[in-house]
């Protein structure tokens, strides 16, 4: 165990984590500072509604000044931009054991229509926010648009993805992982983080999301659409993963950590789910489009086994797999939430299903050499073949399978197949993996490649740019730009195609438009 995690630390987020009890009502006249410096969010939208999300912070950078007092929020939604003809209205009640973060259900609202929203408290209002909410079930909307995005590293890049992306015409934006980066900057620092020191706290995390969310560029992307979110390691830990025993006593920090990443998560993010439990916090879920699409949206750190080292000699793994990666006992999943998606692609009557996660699924040969194959399995679905093989299966009988992924920090388009050990075996799915949003900075030697490598075939694209991919679905086609970034060096960048690839009903696998 790292050094830095002190005892003194963990328990201390333990303490702050642990103070739920109730507070006084504290309903300042006025703030002598903008209380929303956070901005605003919508996320998890429905037919009738979506959540609404903003945190109160006049002193976002140093654990949001709000003191221990609760306040009444109000917030409104209305037909139009200028709030004229509201809808509906209520008041939401901020406590300090959630930093003052304000998570509003909204219901009551029509099908498929664009909707504006704000919050006022102590004589200060929020900027207006938009969001949009789903067609009714059983309706079949003309067409979804909709981007995804990973891996948004402050300190290696300016935010001129999210600039760009706020632009787009959309109708939700589904946001794959690692919105923060726990610690202290590495790499090529573009800018830095205001705080120094890391801790694994409460309140270093809630400071860490602070900051990421005074950048105006995220805050406009998050005003602009509704947004659909999971995580993946770094709202933790780096390449964290497995299930805590909870009543071993050497997992006493593990569990006060992932207790901290946990609750900052909810509190910073406009997720329709309950309050985290400690180290607990149900994330996975779907979300349906109408009689269109429903995306299963997946947590792929929380319950998986612990990952397998990489075998890189030959007589240590003569498939290429570490043996444990092929143990039928390993799971990335769980077992409940593995049952959950089988039974859910099984069931679903909608004519596309997306698998909306957060690491690399296809197979991919990393070995140079003919002869000799290394499928790295360290921290994707390759060391968890067993569980991504029960999902290829139940691919096979699933209407337009699609899944999309983010983590490696390029462009990836992969066709899925039911074995990827035969070179016969007939493509069942197809994988679009998403570039980061600033994570590593510019490329070094910028990269893009059309033509499928000899030893990993089911690779059809990829590219190195940052940026985000911008789909268009259609009854009989999904459409998927690959939406590239000049710089993130920079504050602001021009944003241009560098691929668009199609996937046509009932014809898995993805090919150049």
């Known amino acids: 165990m790292s ?53 109160l912070a006049p002193e976002p950078l140093t654990g949001g000044g709000m003191g221990a007092g609760a306040i009444d929020v109000e917030w409104l939604v209305a037909r139009d931009e200028g709030m004229k003809e509201v809808v ?7 406590t300090p054991d959630l930093a003052h973060s304000v998570h509003v259900e909204v219901g009551g609202l029509e099908p498929d229509r664009l909707y504006w ?34 891996c948004q590293n402050y300190t290696q890049g300016y935010y001129t993805a999210h600039a760009n992306l706020s632009r787009e015409d959309l109708d939700a934006v589904l946001f794959l992982g690692d919105y923060i980066y726990e610690g202290t900057a590495r790499g090529n620092i573009v800018r830095d983080y205001s705080k120094r020191g890391w801790s694994f706290t409460l309140a270093d995390y809630r400071d860490r999301y602070a900051q990421y969310k005074t950048d105006r560029d995220l805050q406009a992307a998050h005003a602009a659409f509704p947004w659909i979110v ?17 009543d071993d006593p050497h997992n006493k920090f593990a569990i006060l950590e992932r207790a901290a990443g946990y609750q900052a998560f909810y509190e910073h993010m406009p997720v329709r789910t309950p309050r985290p439990q400690g180290p607990d916090l149900k994330l996975y879920r779907s979300v349906s489009y109408g009689a269109l699409a429903t995306f299963f949206v997946l947590d792929t750190r929380q319950y998986r086994s612990p990952e397998v080292a990489l075998c890189r000699e030959p007589e240590q793994a003569p498939s290429g797999y570490c043996p444990a990666s092929l143990d039928p006992t390993r799971t990335m999943l769980g077992t409940e939430q593995r049952g959950w998606l089988l039974k859910g692609l099984g069931d679903s009557a909608s004519p596309w299903n997306f698998v909306t996660q957060s690491v690399r699924f296809a197979q991919q040969d990393s070995s140079p050499e003919l002869g000799k194959h290394v499928f790295d399995g360290v921290d994707n679905w390759m060391g968890y073949a067993v569980d991504r093989q029960l999902i290829l299966d139940r691919f096979a009988t699933t209407k337009n399978p699609v899944v999309l992924s983010g983590d490696s920090h390029v462009n990836f388009v992969y066709d899925l197949k039911k ?12 994988e679009l993996l998403g570039t980061s949003i600033s994570s590593e900075g510019d490329p070094f030697v910028e990269q893009t490649q059309f033509t499928p490598p000899a030893k990993n075939p089911q690779l059809r694209f990829f590219d190195n ?49």
């Open 465 to 513: 740019h940052r940026g985000y991919v911008r789909c268009t679905l259609e009854r009989t086609r999904l459409t998927a730009d690959f939406r590239a970034v000049s710089t993130v060096r920079q504050p602001t960048a021009t944003v241009s195609t560098t691929a668009t690839f199609v996937v046509d009903d009932g014809i898995p696998g993805a090919h150049r438009a």
């Open 419 to 430: 074995d990827f050990g035969d070179p016969n075996s007939p493509t069942i799915a197809t």
């Open 230 to 246: 999971t995580w993946d390691d770094h709202e933790v830990e780096n390449n964290y993963a497995g299930g805590i025993d909870k």
């Open 3 to 55: 050094t830095r995690r002190t005892f003194i630390g963990r328990v201390a987020a333990l303490a702050a984590i642990s103070q739920l009890g109730s507070c006084a009502l504290f309903q300042p006249t006025r703030f002598d500072k903008d209380p929303f410096t956070l901005g605003v969010a919508s996320g998890d939208p429905l037919p009738d509604g979506a959540v609404l999300w903003t945190r």
């Open 117 to 150: 929203y704000r919050f006022r408290a102590g004589g200060a209002e929020s900027p207006v926010g938009r969001t949009r909410t789903a067609p009714e079930a059983g309706t079949l909307p003309r067409s979804l648009r909709f981007a995804f995005a990973s």
């Open 88 to 94: 509906r209205s209520g008041t939401y009640r901020a």
